[in-house]
């Protein structure tokens, strides 16, 4: 790594032994010398100090008699000025200069840039590096004259300028960077590269590279770094820069590659949202520190003195060999370079050469240390110096103990529904001309005989078929085209509504939210539906199925960001206020980070203290949401795109969080029809059919069903209603005024009428019976209309939703299961998967030893570093909330005759009507360090629940829960039956007061304020006693939102209100006092019970983990998991709660804490 230096150096100042005293002229000499200062005067003293200690041997002789001469070892500093003088340099140089017999020389700038080498100040060793304008061929001809030391090669550097170089040198050594090639280009022509664009892929010399993938310019100093994301996520680029102010990248439309220039092509990586950065001093020592990814959001997280935020985080053993190879390799001393984690690995993709970590003062020691004690082991010995390598006692890493009752949270595990939609709206027709076999062949439809299409270029084929028959139909009639004209121009009009170029509209061709399936029926449809021809034809048909809208809406969009953000206040120091009392002994201002609530979290994020993974499945808006949670949990800005590719892990090939609807399980299908059954009877309803309706006597369907009272006669009601609805909209579109009228996310009057007439149409079928499959699609579409389009004025809406939402009530819920076994063996089908998964992630809390952690050395202003928190968080439709529900209702989890907590959660649940957007399931696993490991009460299971989105209408009939965390079961001894709600509210009437609050939907939060207030507390030790009484009830989140920019408030109430974003129901606590064991034994018992479900598992689970992977959204090549251990299965043999590390995030007072106040908490999005 040195150029060995031949004979001792002219060195220049001799210095008196250590035991002499040095006269006052001599003190005055500098001991490192800067080669200039801004202010004039400064630098001619320097100069002039400069010259007195370089050049001026002569001067100094006559000290020769006072003190015996010891030999000075000179190093100097070679390099452009802005980096010379830089803080770090400097704090670096002055850490230098207590060696005793170091000396540094700064070599001026305009030394180097303006005299020839020969004129340049002497030295024995060279620190020089190359910067923007350094001229790296003189360095490299003063150290060839000179011989000095040399800390980093020259040579190398010319290489380090060069990033196909730099990979080239990596691949040598073997070590693992992305999957890249190289695209040379001839400046004079352009056009002739081996590169082939594709929409969502390009090819580069053969080697094919989906998006999202990364372009990087060849030259290592051009810092315009694109990266590119495929269609399914929004398409466009991320283009990266050097950090202007707060900015490091932007996001552009822009989804074509460039055209000019050479680039590297590579994969990209799905970190977590941050990126390591190493910096090395000798083969030997690496300090690493991570920072949020540039390609992230594109802003700089910058601390209060305006320096970015980065956090130091321990090198695994295998990175700290990737640290010594780089260092060797490139023979540069001081060296940082670029870590990509992902997938378990850790990539190399980026070597910057010569850079100092800024702004740590425990790396300018170890720097200063580890320079010195190298530059005086080769030069000591040949300059006659007597030195030894002094030995260092190990530091201590210190690791924080929590004492008292405090517990730690281990884990967070959520499912989520997603947000506020679009109604989602559906065209069946049968198809039989060629055309439309060609396109199933061409795509592969006869390997399974079903094909979706969701790209843009295959929907537009669709299209063009549309057209051209409607075409041919116009010139002849009597043609043999069998296709129905009114069909055909339904499928016209919504592909071109749907293609629109203009970004605004409905829902423009992009993959995320509509598709076309097409189903090979061997001998034509079955039997005429609702909307089929009556005349049946012979021989093999297509069954095409058009399916669009259900696209997050705005509102949507802000709900999951809020919920995201409100979602930080479940994490340790989520709470704003004084940070000290959290364990924040460091002074310091974390600037974006300071202050605000669920700091905890961030900070815990991005010290790799946080394990996080979202999963969603794979329908856009179900995505979209968890990207824009993503965005309110960890405080990003900007679009959701990056976010998505980022961030957001696909489940869908797996069944974990995708059901495909089409087919449904044996059992659902006999549920649907005595459903059916039951709802087209012509009279009222009798015990009877309460019996079979309601095995379960749920409160809230009997609410129902006496709303309903006579179900054919309800749905005539409807119908009636959904009649004079479109009547009242085709005056309005006659009306000259209102043709134009714009609805909520740029709908218009006619698509308008489209859906409602459609609804009309086919609710009512030919032989005059209900069709009470449309029950959901109808409540589904006045839902929207009350809460977005009350300014159309249409009368009876609110009648029109009464009603259909008391049928909605009934009919959804059931065809998850009317009995409880029924609900269980549909909800197995459903769940097992996501049940298997959820067991995984917490059995796997105490086993990350391999996850990233924190250097504990540099952390005093992190609150504690040895906690590590897993959060898994699953984003769903309505169905796997339904059905991971039932199982925790019916699959036996606990006795409600003995169990009183368990039985008020029962209660509650069947009292609530709807799981709405947003609704979410959540498990907090926390860890009491003060228990014997092997005890069952060492871990703790908590499990809290939320229906979602507030209700546009009457509010009084909502359940009242009993808060989030309220008492544990374990402390009633000491307070008697604190279950129950009378108890508290006579206990302690300020805390938990089951008053109901009228609606307001245009309150400025679309957080719900909590109808129980309670102190906020900040966490605390408390002792047993104080924790039972001081905590009865706290809800979790405080009120903190903003309103979407695209919705303005309106005054008034009700519907009204309609542009705001409704609230959302705070989370309830259903039980607080479970232990890990029951919870596993459960988990086990509801996996096995069903053999077929099981057999299902086992399937999707060796997709998810035998691959040890679960794949990446956008990168099905890659093998997915932050820590090899997310794929070992616990031997069964062992106890899971058995052995944990030291752990992460405290909870405070025992189970029955207070987190923080809490308000709701859940949102939705759009396109």
Same mark, same amino acid.
């Given at each position: ?27 005055? $000499? ?10 004039? #005067? ?17 001067? =100094? ?65 060279? $620190? ?28 190398m550097q010319y290489f380090i300028q060069d990033r196909r170089e730099v990979y080239r040198i990596l691949q040598e050594e073997g070590i693992d960077l992305p999957r890249y090639a190289v695209l040379k280009r001839d400046p004079d022509n352009p056009e002739e590269c081996n590169l082939v664009e594709a929409e969502d892929h390009v090819e580069v010399n053969g080697e094919v590279f989906p998006k999202p993938f990364v372009e990087k310019p060849v030259c290592a100093e051009d810092h315009n770094v694109y990266i590119y994301y495929p269609t399914s996520a929004g398409g466009g680029s991320q283009r990266l820069f050097r950090k202007i102010g707060s900015r490091s990248s932007v996001y552009s439309p822009e989804s074509s590659v460039r055209k000019t220039g050479s680039y590297i092509y590579e994969e990209f990586m799905p970190t977590d949202g941050t990126d390591v950065k190493v910096y090395t001093v000798g083969p030997d020592y690496a300090h690493a520190e991570a920072r949020k990814s540039p390609a992230l959001d594109g802003k700089v997280e910058r601390d209060s003195e305006g320096k970015e935020i980065r956090y130091p985080v321990m090198l695994t053993a295998m990175e700290k060999l990737v640290a010594r190879k780089v260092c060797l390799a490139f023979k540069q001393t001081v060296c940082g370079f670029d870590l990509l984690r992902a997938n378990g690995h850790s ?26 004690? =190298? ?51 559906? =065209? ?22 079903? %094909? ?10 669709? %299209? ?214 039951? =709802?087209?009877?012509? #009279? ?102 009350? #809460? ?21 009530? $009934? ?61 898994? %968080? ?124 009228? $609606? ?168």
């Amino acid at each position: 790594m040195f150029k060995p230096c031949n004979g001792p150096g002219p060195g220049q100042e001799i210095r008196p032994g250590a035991g002499e005293g040095l006269g006052q002229g001599q003190r005055d $000499i500098p001991r490192f010398v800067l080669g200039c200062e801004d202010d004039e #005067q400064d630098m001619g003293q320097m100069e002039a100090g400069m010259k007195n200690e370089m050049y001026r041997e002569e001067d =100094m002789e006559d000290d020769e008699d006072e003190s015996p001469p010891e030999r000075q070892i000179v190093v100097g500093i070679c390099a452009m000025m802005k980096k010379s003088k830089s803080k770090p340099m400097t704090q670096i140089l002055e850490r230098l200069c207590k060696f005793d017999y170091i000396n540094v020389v700064i070599f001026p700038e305009e030394v180097i840039l303006e005299e020839p080498v020969e004129k340049w100040p002497l030295c024995d060793c060279l $620190i020089s590096f190359h910067s923007k304008g350094f001229p790296l061929d003189k360095a490299v001809e003063y150290a060839k004259l000179r011989n000095p030391l040399l800390i980093n090669d020259l040579n190398m550097q010319y290489f380090i300028q060069d990033r196909r170089e730099v990979y080239r040198i990596l691949q040598e050594e073997g070590i693992d960077l992305p999957r890249y090639a190289v695209l040379k280009r001839d400046p004079d022509n352009p056009e002739e590269c081996n590169l082939v664009e594709a929409e969502d892929h390009v090819e580069v010399n053969g080697e094919v590279f989906p998006k999202p993938f990364v372009e990087k310019p060849v030259c290592a100093e051009d810092h315009n770094v694109y990266i590119y994301y495929p269609t399914s996520a929004g398409g466009g680029s991320q283009r990266l820069f050097r950090k202007i102010g707060s900015r490091s990248s932007v996001y552009s439309p822009e989804s074509s590659v460039r055209k000019t220039g050479s680039y590297i092509y590579e994969e990209f990586m799905p970190t977590d949202g941050t990126d390591v950065k190493v910096y090395t001093v000798g083969p030997d020592y690496a300090h690493a520190e991570a920072r949020k990814s540039p390609a992230l959001d594109g802003k700089v997280e910058r601390d209060s003195e305006g320096k970015e935020i980065r956090y130091p985080v321990m090198l695994t053993a295998m990175e700290k060999l990737v640290a010594r190879k780089v260092c060797l390799a490139f023979k540069q001393t001081v060296c940082g370079f670029d870590l990509l984690r992902a997938n378990g690995h850790s990539f190399v993709c980026d070597v910057n050469g010569f850079s100092f970590v800024k702004n740590s003062m425990k790396y300018y020691d170890d720097c200063a240390k580890v320079l010195g004690n =190298m530059v005086m082991r080769e030069l000591a010995p040949q300059f006659h110096i007597p030195w030894s390598i002094p030995m260092e006692a190990e530091d201590i890493p210190i690791v924080p103990t929590t004492s008292g009752t405090m517990m730690e949270l281990r884990c967070v595990i959520a499912i989520i529904r997603h947000g506020d939609r679009t109604p989602k709206q559906k =065209m069946k027709m049968e198809v039989r001309h060629p055309l439309f076999f060609e396109l199933f062949e061409k795509y592969g439809g006869y390997k399974s005989g079903k %094909l979706k299409l969701k790209k843009p270029k295959q929907l537009q084929e669709v %299209l063009d078929i549309a057209r051209l028959l409607l075409v041919e139909l116009g010139q002849h009639n009597d043609c043999e085209i069998e296709e129905k004209k009114s069909k055909l121009e339904q499928l016209k009009t919504v592909l071109e509504m749907e293609s629109s170029l203009n970004d605004t509209q409905y829902g423009h061709f992009s993959g995320i939210n509509r598709k076309v399936q097409l189903t090979y029926l061997r001998n034509g449809q079955p039997k005429a539906s609702s909307e089929e021809e009556d005349s049946k034809k012979e021989g093999p048909s297509l069954l095409l199925v058009l399916k669009w809208g259900g696209e997050l809406t705005p509102a949507g969009r802000v709900q999951a960001e809020e919920l995201g953000r409100a979602f930080r206040c479940m994490y340790p120091g989520g709470q704003a206020g004084n940070r000290r009392s959290l364990g924040c002994e460091s002074p310091i201002d974390f600037g974006d980070y300071a202050g605000f609530p669920g700091c905890g979290l961030l900070r815990l994020h991005s010290t790799y203290r946080h394990d996080l993974k979202i999963y969603a499945s794979d329908e856009g808006r179900v995505q979209m949401t968890a990207a824009a949670f993503a965005k309110g949990l960890l405080a990003l800005e900007g679009e959701l795109t990056p976010i998505l590719v980022q961030m957001v892990k696909s489940a869908n090939m797996n069944g974990l969080l995708d059901s495909d609807s089409d087919s449904l399980t044996d059992c659902q299908q006999k549920v649907k029809a005595r459903l059916h059954e039951i =709802m087209q009877k012509g #009279q009222e309803f009798t015990q009877d059919d309460y019996q079979k309706l309601a095995p379960t006597s749920s409160p809230s369907l009997v609410n129902s069903m006496k709303v309903i009272q006579n179900p054919v006669k309800t749905c005539d009601k409807v119908y009636a209603l959904i009649q004079s609805l479109n009547s009242q909209i085709r005056k309005r579109l006659e009306d000259p005024k209102s043709a134009d009228l714009q609805l909520y996310h740029s709908e218009t009057l006619e698509l308008m009428l489209q859906r409602w007439s459609k609804l009309e149409r086919d609710f009512r079928m030919k032989n005059g019976r209900y069709d009470i499959s449309k029950i959901p699609d109808i409540y589904d579409c006045i839902k929207y209309d009350s #809460q977005h389009n009350a300014s159309v004025g249409l009368e009876d809406t609110l009648e029109l939703f009464r009603l259909s939402r008391a049928l909605a009530d $009934i009919v959804i819920p059931q065809e998850y299961g009317i009995s409880k076994a029924e609900k269980l063996d549909i909800a197995q089908a459903y769940c097992v998967p996501l049940m298997k998964k959820i067991q995984l992630d917490l059995q796997r809390t105490h086993e990350d030893e391999a996850v990233n952690k924190l250097h504990p050395l540099y952390s005093r202003g992190v609150m504690s570093p040895g906690r590590h928190v897993r959060t898994r %968080l699953y984003f769903t439709s309505e169905s796997h909330v339904h059905s991971l529900l039932s199982i925790f209702r019916y699959g036996g989890l606990l006795d409600e005759e003995k169990d009183q907590q368990w039985k008020q959660a029962m209660d509650y649940l069947s009292a609530v009507t709807e799981l709405n957007y947003m609704t979410q399931i959540v498990i907090m696993l926390y860890e009491d360090n003060n228990k014997d490991p092997s005890s069952e009460e060492r871990f703790h299971v908590e499990l809290h629940f939320s229906p979602g989105v507030k209700g546009c209408e009457d509010e009084e009939n909502v359940p009242l829960g009993f808060g989030f965390r309220p008492a544990s079961s374990e402390n009633q001894d000491k307070k008697p039956n604190q279950g129950s709600l009378e108890d508290l509210s006579q206990d302690q009437p300020d805390q938990a007061l089951p008053v109901s609050e009228p $609606i307001n939907i245009q309150r400025r939060s679309p957080m719900i304020r909590n109808r129980k207030t309670g102190s906020m507390e900040v966490l605390s030790e408390t002792s047993p006693t104080q924790s039972s009484k001081g905590c009865t009830s706290h809800r979790l989140f405080p009120s903190c939102s903003r309103q979407s920019p695209e919705i303005k408030p309106t005054s008034g109430l009700g519907f009204e209100g309609c542009s705001m974003v409704p609230s959302i129901y705070p989370l309830e606590t259903l039980h607080n006092s479970l232990s890990l064991k029951q919870v596993d034994e459960f988990l086990n018992t509801v996996c096995e019970s069903s053999s077929e479900a099981h057999a299902k598992t086992m399937k999707a689970l060796s997709s998810l983990f035998d691959s040890q992977s679960q794949t990446s959204l956008y990168s099905p090549q890659q093998p997915l998991s932050s820590s090899g251990s997310e794929t070992s299965l616990r031997p069964p043999s062992q106890p899971l709660w058995h052995g944990s590390i030291p752990s992460s995030a405290v909870s405070s007072a025992g189970p029955s804490s207070p987190i923080t106040e809490s308000s709701g908490m859940n949102f939705s999005f759009s396109e």
